[in-house]
């Protein structure tokens, strides 16, 4: 009969909790990738602005765009850095939580060793008794 220990249920809660982290890493591994791309793609349409030639006045606007396409491309950029950095936190709680896990799952290993050992022990020492036992009958059989 196998015993289950009383930690299984923590284990599984540990385990699922690393498998959130793992999912928690990949969603914000593609966030990141995709900061990445608007951020390029802002600083793409940045480098095709000019400034217009001719009249004054559209110069002026056309200076003006250049420069907003410019800070949104720099926020843009620097939101990409920050998901990054989001990765990396989510990295670190992922790391955590596979840590809280494989300590439980040493606590479950160690107590699943115990009860095999236990068990054994058991069944050595019945195995000892019948030995015991059928050597006693003998001995009283060759005395008869």
Known sequence: MKRKSPLATLLRVRRL???VAKAEVA?????????DDVAA????SL???????GDPRAFVASMV?????????AMMRRAAQEAHSGVQLRLADWSAAAGRAEGVERVVTRHHEEYVAEAMAAEQAERDDLTGAAWQRRKGDDRS
């Open 47 to 53: 480098s095709r602005s000019r400034p217009a030639e």
């Open 17 to 19: 909790q690393e498998d």
């Open 65 to 73: 765009a250049s420069r907003s396409l410019a800070f949104e491309a």
């Open 27 to 35: 969603r914000a591994r593609i966030e990141a990738a995709m900061a």
């Open 41 to 44: 793609a802002r600083e793409n």
